[in-house]
């Protein structure tokens, strides 16, 4: 089994989508893939594994773990609605959820650094399940420091990652178009840039980023199967 986890230096950067992307990529190869959400905050409106389902077509897909009704971080969230999340038993179900693909694709809850269940965070639960993982990052003014760190704290727990991706790029500032130069420079790792896109649904998203994926970004997806 091969596990991917596509983890983000914050909020809102674009896990989603790009979690999207890669588990349709595989999909439409002809490798059976499964995105996995440990927690969803903010349920209801938010919910990223049915997203993912609606891209790829099927509620095989995807799945949630756990959901949480106020926009918190998940340890955050389960006090406050006295349903406190337990990291042995969330851990224990994302293996046995691995199980039903050759492909898992592991998608964060935040930024690596947000608490999740007792003392346990984001961090552990993707170092302790995906030897590799993506990092999805905003382009603007303030990504360096963000992302330079998330990648540091991946690999201080072996995490290998595999590239990093600059979401909603449009290259309207000059910090905007020297980032991703920068951001190899400062850790060694590739990376890609992903346009803003308006789409009118899921699928239709998806295959945006899917397509300014370059081919060594995939080549590299590949690689791990």
Same mark, same amino acid.
């Given at each position: 089994? &091969?596990?991917?986890?596509?983890?983000? &230096?914050?909020?809102? +950067? %674009? *896990?989603?989508?790009?979690?999207?992307?890669?588990?349709?990529? @595989?999909?439409?190869?002809?490798?059976?893939?499964?995105?996995? *959400?440990?927690?969803? &905050?903010?349920?209801p409106p938010d919910d990223d594994a049915a997203f993912v389902a609606d891209t790829c077509g099927t509620d095989d897909a995807a799945t949630c773990l756990r959901y949480l009704e106020e926009p918190l971080a998940p340890r955050v969230?389960?006090?406050?609605?006295?349903?406190?999340?337990?990291?042995? =038993?969330?851990?224990?179900?994302?293996?046995?959820?691995?199980?039903?693909?050759?492909?898992?694709?592991?998608? %964060?809850?935040?930024?690596?650094?947000?608490?999740?269940?007792?003392?346990?965070?984001?961090?552990?639960?993707?170092?302790?399940?995906?030897?590799?993982?993506?990092?999805?990052?905003? #382009?603007?003014?303030?990504?360096?420091?963000?992302?330079?760190?998330?990648?540091?704290?991946? !690999?201080?727990?072996? +995490?290998?990652?595999?590239?990093? +991706?600059?979401?909603?790029?449009?290259?309207?500032?000059?910090?905007?178009? &020297?980032?991703?130069?920068?951001? !190899?420079?400062?850790?060694?790792?590739?990376? !890609?840039?992903?346009?803003?896109? #308006?789409?009118?649904?899921?699928? =239709?998203?998806?295959?945006?980023?899917? !397509?300014?994926? #370059?081919?060594? @970004?995939? =080549?590299?997806l590949a690689d791990r199967e």
């Open positions: 089994m &091969t596990t991917i986890a596509v983890v983000g &230096t914050d909020t809102g +950067v %674009g *896990k989603t989508v790009v979690t999207a992307a890669i588990t349709d990529w @595989f999909r439409e190869r002809g490798t059976d893939a499964r995105a996995i *959400k440990p927690a969803q &905050t903010g349920h969230a389960g006090e406050r609605a006295d349903e406190p999340l337990e990291y042995e =038993a969330l851990l224990e179900d994302c293996r046995r959820e691995r199980e039903r693909a050759p492909v898992s694709v592991l998608e %964060g809850i935040g930024g690596v650094r947000v608490p999740l269940a007792g003392d346990r965070e984001v961090l552990d639960l993707v170092a302790d399940l995906a030897p590799v993982a993506v990092v999805v990052a905003r #382009s603007d003014l303030g990504t360096l420091n963000h992302t330079a760190l998330t990648v540091a704290a991946l !690999e201080q727990r072996g +995490v290998d990652v595999l590239g990093i +991706v600059c979401n909603e790029y449009e290259g309207a500032s000059v910090a905007e178009r &020297t980032n991703p130069a920068e951001l !190899e420079r400062l850790t060694g790792r590739p990376v !890609e840039t992903v346009p803003s896109l #308006s789409a009118s649904n899921p699928g =239709a998203l998806a295959t945006g980023v899917r !397509e300014a994926l #370059s081919p060594a @970004f995939y =080549a590299r």
